[in-house]
């Protein structure tokens, strides 16, 4: 009887380690590490402003991602720090190959209603959220720094 305990406990923990395994915890995205100063972060180049969020772009920034190409690639600082990641991309078959790797990279994401294409993914202190719009036929993505963009009530860049 406890050896069965024991082995129970044991395939348990063996589960959770493994659960805890593919957890990703995402803190940087591109080498830039979420809640880092501006100072720190080199070859940015101001672009706009949305209240409080201050919008700029990368020098001679990759415009791909998981070898997809990207219509558009912002970054957003609040209070200086760096807590925003804004990206699209056209077409289906781009939804389809982002939708792919966040799903084997941080596992299943909620979907607030099974109709629509819109997807939060955990990852630690950074929600990723997807969406994709049929008509526009554009994926959308942005990596949000929770710790400074909860004291703003989230972010959208039109």
């Known amino acids: 009887m406890i050896r069965r305990i024991s ?4 395939a348990v923990i063996v589960m959770v380690t493994a659960a805890q395994a593919q957890l990703k915890v995402m803190t940087e995205f591109r080498g830039m590490n979420f809640g880092a100063d501006l100072s720190e972060i080199q070859h940015m180049v101001p672009e706009d402003s949305r209240g409080a969020i201050r919008f700029f772009k990368k020098y001679a920034d990759d415009k791909t991602f998981q070898g997809i190409a990207l219509k558009e690639l912002h970054y ?8 925003l990641v804004l990206f699209n991309a056209q077409g289906p078959s781009a939804f389809n190959t982002l939708k792919a790797y966040f799903d ?3 596992g299943q994401p909620h979907q607030p209603s099974k109709g629509v294409k819109q997807y ?3 990852a630690g ?3 990723i959220e997807m969406g994709y719009d ?4 554009v994926c959308e993505v942005s990596y949000i720094y929770r710790p400074l963009m909860s004291k703003l ?3 959208k860049k039109q």
């Open 7 to 10: 082995l129970a406990l044991v």
């Open 76 to 83: 957003g600082f609040v209070e200086n720090k760096f807590a």
């Open 104 to 106: 084997t990279t941080y």
């Open 120 to 122: 939060t993914y955990g």
């Open 125 to 127: 202190d950074v929600s």
């Open 134 to 137: 049929d008509t526009r036929k």
């Open 153 to 155: 009530g989230g972010p």
